[in-house]
């Protein structure tokens, strides 16, 4: 049996034009006193906390924690982008194991308008800062743009599959009241949508919006009779070969083949997935990385899984729909799994989700994406 559940999945409202009096702290402290009444606990019964935010500076997890009323023996923060959650789950989980505390709220997310957009893309790492800054490149589209006509070459894939995955994830959104964007997309309005940069369009890129997710995680003695998403493993690569390779294949591979062989679960036992999707080749490259579908396959499957919807991915919408609160992008396909494994998705939810998966992929280099996590949830009750 697992040592940890998550009993509680939170998620504040996402805005493109965050108010002015809108705060990184507070987006944040909302999401864990939503995540915390949710859970049934009380704040003083919470002994962990974990944060991961691009915008919390010049304070720390301790501030935060501190000017939340919140007394922990375990911290932990945590900044590597679409990742975070899974590093935050695996660590809180030991933690649990180890005895350090045994009931810890996660959060992660950011007040994103344009100003803070801008900082962090031109200040992302050194490399972006000293490298990509300069030429200028503001953001990561032209990098993508071409791992996705790299992508097309090497897998037989046209623009129309990449645009199915979009049209679909908007179709999710129309299910989900929390996303920034439910109007139902075509494909032929995608197609319509201005390029970005070639083979990119609009709906292909990432929308940035204001936003937070929590999680809280226990150990199991204190979860019995509760719903709840056990947490069956999660496993991590960092700086392994992406940044060596094409990045068509990320640190969710490695990942995925420990996962799997330390859970005992198969990439055809997920019955509801969320892969980060900053863009619709990187869902691409996570299905082929998880195993979930064969490279030579993709097609295909796009044309009769994804867009049909009848394989359960991205049920929220995804963050092409849903939105990309800055750092809490992982977090909130964390958040999706959870609520769909305690069946608290609501018109979206899947007929069957007994088997969850979640996979994060964050920090863009020079090239591509160094950290990337898989993890395996079970609905238990």
């Not at 496993?235 to 070969?241: A, E, G, I, M, V």
């Not at 640190?251 to 996962?259: L, M, P, Q, R, T």
């Amino acid at each position: 049996m697992a040592a940890a559940s998550i009993i509680a999945a939170s998620e504040t409202s996402y805005t493109r034009h965050p108010s002015p009096s809108e705060t990184t702290h507070r987006v944040l402290a909302r999401a864990v006193r939503d995540a915390i009444t949710q859970s049934g606990l009380d704040h003083r019964q919470i002994d962990g906390f974990g944060v991961c935010s691009f915008t919390l500076e010049p304070d720390h997890a301790i501030d935060l924690a501190w000017r939340m009323g919140l007394k922990v023996r375990w911290l932990m923060q945590d900044t590597n982008g679409g990742a975070s959650a899974g590093n935050l789950l695996q660590h809180a989980v030991h933690a649990i194991e180890a005895g350090a505390a045994s009931a810890i709220v996660l959060v992660a997310g950011d007040r994103m308008d344009a100003a803070a957009f801008e900082k962090l893309v031109t200040r992302y790492n050194r490399a972006t800062e000293e490298h990509l800054s300069p030429l200028p490149l503001t953001g990561p589209n032209a990098l993508f743009a071409m791992l996705t006509t790299r992508q097309m070459e090497e897998r037989g894939l046209e623009p129309a599959d990449y645009g199915r995955i979009a049209v679909a994830q908007r179709s999710w959104a129309g299910l989900n009241p929390g996303a920034v964007y439910r109007q139902p997309l075509s494909l032929e309005e995608y197609f319509a949508a201005p390029m970005v940069a070639d083979p990119l369009r609009r709906y292909d890129c990432v929308p940035s919006v204001t936003g937070a997710n929590a999680v809280v995680v226990v150990a199991d003695d204190r979860a019995t009779g509760m719903p709840r998403a056990r947490v069956l493993g999660v496993t991590s690569s960092f700086n392994r070969d992406d940044q060596g390779g094409n990045g068509l294949v990320t640190g969710v591979a490695e990942s995925a083949d420990a996962a799997w062989q330390s859970t005992g679960v198969a990439p055809s036992d997920i019955d509801v997935l969320s892969v980060y999707d900053d863009y619709p080749a990187m869902v691409v490259a996570q299905l082929n990385d998880l195993g979930v579908v064969h490279a030579s396959d993709t097609s295909r499957f796009i044309r009769e899984r994804v867009a049909t919807r009848d394989y359960a991915l991205n049920t929220s919408g995804g963050q092409l729909s849903a939105g990309q609160a800055g750092s809490a992008g992982g977090m909130h396909g964390l958040v999706e799994v959870v609520r769909q494994l305690r069946r608290e998705a609501g018109d979206r939810q899947a007929a069957k989700a007994r088997i969850g998966a979640v996979t994060g992929y964050g920090m863009v280099l020079y090239r591509y994406g160094s950290c990337g996590n898989v993890t395996v949830l079970e609905a238990a009750a």
